[in-house]
């Protein structure tokens, strides 16, 4: 028996964002139809789709060893293979960080291992992404469970090496097991880094697994931390009933995972697993949750959190009892509970994220469209009293309509050029504003940090580099965002005119966000200081680990640079689109109006007809009407996530219906 909340929650959530992209093509389609497409909200809209087609959901488990990190993913995702599909037992078991997904492109499931002597050569875990031949191809057969079993043990296979040789490869010697056949070496994982692909449900709705094998992989692999890490939805950092938070435990909690939390778009939890280890079955129901109480509030004072935030679970327990399908040992394992709470979190976290970064542009946009739609619909009725009106009046409305739309026909054509002229300008003051952030300072700074971090193996002067660089990004970042302040008041007051002139309601206008970008950056100097405090101790033993951390730090640096230039671009570009859309598709409409007119102007030998044909059009301007507001309608629908009871995660009442284990 597999628990299917999560299953049911990424069913929904797959279909809502279905429900969007065909919102968006649908309005693609009707711009496109009625001649009122512009190459810059084609832009808009393929971005828009491009990031829905895109989009994937990552769940990462973090935490030492043997704190039952495989065991809950076993239970959490794939217990109806009725096994132990990933390699979960006593000790050490994931030995190399572990990605599970669903490549589209291939065309059968597959495990790619990536060599640990990898790390010899100082190169990032991205750049070896692009070389498959460095990777060793082992085919998986997911028809045979047991065959699939066996497959993923690979994952998990230990070689033995010297002391230097591991220290040379980023290890902590201190925290690995010798080889007891040759106590002089010690062992390591045979891989740096895993990648499993197969045809799973939740794998191909778009769902990655990562699996962490603890502090030394974390210590060793600076993309887990700068990059993997921060783009997961939803992290969980285990620990175990049995042990509490340890020295490592709190190691990694404070530099990898503590200030994650306070990402919007990343959710962290803390679970407390193997609470079946120190459930006694001597004892009463209350002397236990009494225990477990206790030992909650220890591990909540160690993480500086609430007692609350820290969720129990028995990771074995839950996938036994779905095996077996007793229910009752599964309420008793909590694991519906953990799941029910991190499908309903992370499914609202990417629902809102796809809101921010995809709806709330369009919405305004097709917001747009109904207005110009409802104003047609006010000309037509406009000519159809023309044509119903007695003969003597006929003439003269025509007349005075047709000198009023040449009027406003005039005003629009005026206004397309003003907004044109207006848009040169603050693409003029743009050009001002870009000028601190570019590709060729970029460049200037990468080269600058690079030759400073090759000649320069000390600790003064390898901080200093990465300090500078730290400082120059900032610098310019900084000072674009000074410059778009002040052009952001030539914006409101071009939107002002336009909505006065026109006594519209306020438009809806792309905004620049400078801080979300400062803060990224502010955030990655901050999290790079934890390791360059140990630069002394990585510079003697572990030079090849040290120069991965400072190239990472310097990649990721650089990525937010680029995505803020890109971001800053794009606003100019698109800043004044709504304004453009409004009057195209009012001189687009006058257009046609002023056409209709004349047309009404000769048609005194059949005047019925006229009017049934006008009747006819103002039924199709309904029927687009409501079209428009349909996908109006559909943009603004929230995704379905399926409401269940309130998870409440004090101890009392999380045990309240706690039976004995047998």
């Given at each position: 028996?597999?628990?299917?909340?999560?299953?049911?929650?990424?069913?929904?959530?797959?279909?809502?964002?279905?429900?969007?992209?065909?919102?968006?093509?649908?309005?693609?389609?009707?711009?496109?139809?009625?001649?009122?497409?512009?190459?810059?909200?084609?832009?808009?809209?393929?971005?828009?789709?491009?990031?829905?087609?895109?989009?994937?959901?990552?769940?990462?488990?973090?935490?030492?060893?043997?704190?039952?990190?495989?065991?809950?993913?076993?239970?959490?995702?794939?217990?109806?293979?009725?096994?132990?599909?990933?390699?979960?037992?006593?000790?050490?078991?994931?030995?190399?960080?572990?990605?599970?997904?669903?490549?589209?492109?291939?065309?059968?499931?597959?495990?790619?291992?990536?060599?640990?002597e990898t790390r010899m050569v100082g190169s990032s875990l991205s750049s070896f992404r692009k070389i498959p031949d460095k990777w060793v191809f082992v085919p998986l057969n997911t028809d045979d469970p047991r065959a699939m079993k066996k497959t993923f043990s690979e994952v998990a296979q230990l070689k033995s090496v010297t002391p230097n040789e591991a220290s040379a490869m980023g290890f902590q010697i201190d925290l690995l097991e010798k080889d007891s056949e040759n106590p002089e070496k010690v062992r390591i994982p045979a891989w740096r880094h895993a990648m499993?692909?197969?045809?799973?449900?939740?794998?191909?709705q778009g769902l990655t697994i990562i699996d962490t094998p603890g502090l030394n992989a974390l210590g060793c692999e600076p993309e887990l931390t700068f990059s993997l890490l921060p783009e997961a939805q939803s992290i969980l950092f285990l620990l175990s009933a049995s042990s509490g938070v340890s020295a490592t435990d709190l190691d990694i909690w404070n530099r990898h995972i503590r200030d994650l939390a306070l990402r919007e778009s990343t959710g962290v939890y803390a679970i407390l697993n193997k609470v079946d280890s120190v459930w006694d079955e001597l004892e009463?129901?209350?002397?236990?949750?009494?225990?477990?109480?206790?030992?909650?509030?220890?591990?909540?004072?160690?993480?500086?959190?609430?007692?609350?935030?820290?969720?129990?679970?028995?990771?074995?327990?839950?996938?036994?009892?779905?095996?077996?399908?007793?229910?009752?040992?599964?309420?008793?394992?909590?694991?519906?509970?953990?799941?029910?709470?991190?499908?309903?979190?992370?499914?609202?976290?990417?629902?809102?994220?796809?809101?921010?970064?995809?709806?709330?542009?369009?919405?305004?946009?097709?917001?747009?469209?109904?207005?110009?739609?409802?104003?047609?619909?006010?000309?037509?009725?406009?000519?159809?009293?023309?044509?119903?009106?007695?003969?003597?009046?006929?003439?003269?409305?025509?007349?005075?309509?047709?000198?009023?739309?040449?009027?406003?026909?005039?005003?629009?054509?005026?206004?397309?050029?003003?907004?044109?002229?207006?848009?040169?300008?603050?693409?003029?003051?743009?050009?001002?504003?870009?000028?601190?952030?570019?590709?060729?300072?970029?460049?200037?700074?990468?080269?600058?940090?690079?030759?400073?971090?090759?000649?320069?193996?000390?600790?003064?002067?390898?901080?200093?580099?990465?300090?500078?660089?730290?400082?120059?990004?900032?610098?310019?970042?900084?000072?674009?965002?000074?410059?778009?302040?002040?052009?952001?008041?030539?914006?409101?007051?071009?939107?002002?005119?336009?909505?006065?002139?026109?006594?519209?309601?306020?438009?809806?206008?792309?905004?620049?966000?400078?801080?979300?970008?400062?803060?990224?950056?502010?955030?990655?100097?901050?999290?790079?200081?934890?390791?360059?405090?140990?630069?002394?101790?990585?510079?003697?033993?572990?030079?090849?680990?040290?120069?991965?951390?400072?190239?990472?730090?310097?990649?990721?640096?650089?990525?937010?640079?680029?995505?803020?230039?890109?971001?800053?671009?794009?606003?100019?570009?698109?800043?004044?689109?709504?304004?453009?859309?409004?009057?195209?598709?009012?001189?687009?409409?006058?257009?046609?109006?002023?056409?209709?007119?004349?047309?009404?102007?000769?048609?005194?030998?059949?005047?019925?007809?006229?009017?049934?044909?006008?009747?006819?059009?103002?039924?199709?301007?309904?029927?687009?009407?409501?079209?428009?507001?349909?996908?109006?309608?559909?943009?603004?629908?929230?995704?379905?996530?399926?409401?269940?009871?309130?998870?409440?995660?004090?101890?009392?009442?999380?045990?309240?219906?706690?039976?004995?284990?047998?």
């Amino acid at each position: 028996m597999e628990s299917a909340r999560l299953s049911n929650q990424m069913d929904a959530y797959l279909q809502w964002r279905q429900e969007i992209h065909r919102e968006l093509t649908h309005y693609r389609g009707w711009l496109i139809d009625h001649n009122v497409q512009n190459p810059e909200l084609e832009a808009k809209l393929e971005q828009a789709l491009q990031t829905l087609r895109e989009d994937r959901i990552t769940i990462a488990f973090v935490g030492e060893f043997s704190r039952g990190k495989t065991e809950l993913i076993n239970a959490l995702f794939f217990s109806h293979y009725g096994t132990r599909i990933l390699p979960s037992g006593a000790g050490r078991t994931t030995m190399c960080p572990t990605e599970l997904m669903y490549d589209h492109r291939a065309t059968e499931s597959y495990i790619r291992l990536l060599p640990i002597e990898t790390r010899m050569v100082g190169s990032s875990l991205s750049s070896f992404r692009k070389i498959p031949d460095k990777w060793v191809f082992v085919p998986l057969n997911t028809d045979d469970p047991r065959a699939m079993k066996k497959t993923f043990s690979e994952v998990a296979q230990l070689k033995s090496v010297t002391p230097n040789e591991a220290s040379a490869m980023g290890f902590q010697i201190d925290l690995l097991e010798k080889d007891s056949e040759n106590p002089e070496k010690v062992r390591i994982p045979a891989w740096r880094h895993a990648m499993i692909s197969f045809d799973h449900p939740l794998l191909r709705q778009g769902l990655t697994i990562i699996d962490t094998p603890g502090l030394n992989a974390l210590g060793c692999e600076p993309e887990l931390t700068f990059s993997l890490l921060p783009e997961a939805q939803s992290i969980l950092f285990l620990l175990s009933a049995s042990s509490g938070v340890s020295a490592t435990d709190l190691d990694i909690w404070n530099r990898h995972i503590r200030d994650l939390a306070l990402r919007e778009s990343t959710g962290v939890y803390a679970i407390l697993n193997k609470v079946d280890s120190v459930w006694d079955e001597l004892e009463d129901d209350q002397f236990n949750k009494r225990v477990l109480g206790d030992i909650r509030a220890q591990c909540a004072r160690q993480l500086a959190i609430a007692p609350d935030e820290i969720l129990c679970v028995s990771a074995k327990e839950g996938l036994l009892a779905q095996v077996e399908g007793n229910m009752e040992r599964l309420d008793n394992s909590f694991l519906p509970e953990l799941e029910e709470l991190l499908s309903n979190d992370m499914m609202r976290r990417k629902e809102h994220l796809i809101q921010k970064s995809v709806i709330k542009d369009i919405h305004a946009m097709l917001h747009g469209s109904r207005k110009t739609l409802l104003r047609r619909r006010e000309s037509v009725l406009a000519e159809l009293r023309v044509l119903k009106a007695e003969e003597s009046d006929r003439q003269s409305q025509l007349e005075k309509m047709l000198s009023q739309a040449r009027h406003e026909q005039t005003y629009y054509h005026k206004k397309l050029i003003l907004l044109k002229s207006s848009r040169k300008m603050i693409l003029r003051e743009g050009g001002a504003m870009l000028e601190p952030v570019n590709s060729d300072k970029l460049s200037a700074y990468l080269k600058e940090a690079g030759k400073a971090l090759t000649s320069s193996w000390t600790i003064v002067g390898m901080n200093n580099a990465i300090d500078s660089f730290f400082d120059n990004l900032k610098r310019d970042m900084t000072q674009l965002a000074q410059r778009q302040e002040k052009i952001q008041p030539l914006v409101a007051d071009i939107y002002a005119k336009y909505e006065a002139e026109q006594g519209m309601a306020p438009l809806d206008y792309p905004r620049f966000s400078p801080k979300e970008y400062l803060t990224r950056l502010d955030d990655l100097r901050t999290k790079s200081g934890s390791f360059r405090r140990n630069l002394r101790k990585l510079l003697t033993e572990q030079k090849a680990t040290s120069k991965r951390f400072l190239s990472t730090i310097v990649n990721e640096g650089s990525t937010i640079y680029r995505l803020y230039e890109r971001a800053a671009k794009s606003w100019l570009n698109d800043v004044l689109l709504p304004l453009f859309q409004n009057a195209q598709e009012q001189k687009h409409l006058l257009d046609e109006h002023i056409l209709k007119l004349r047309n009404l102007g000769n048609a005194e030998d059949n005047a019925e007809q006229r009017i049934s044909n006008m009747e006819s059009l103002l039924e199709d301007l309904d029927e687009q009407i409501a079209e428009v507001e349909e996908m109006v309608k559909g943009l603004r629908k929230p995704a379905p996530i399926h409401q269940s009871r309130k998870v409440i995660p004090m101890i009392t009442a999380q045990f309240s219906n706690t039976t004995r284990r047998r």
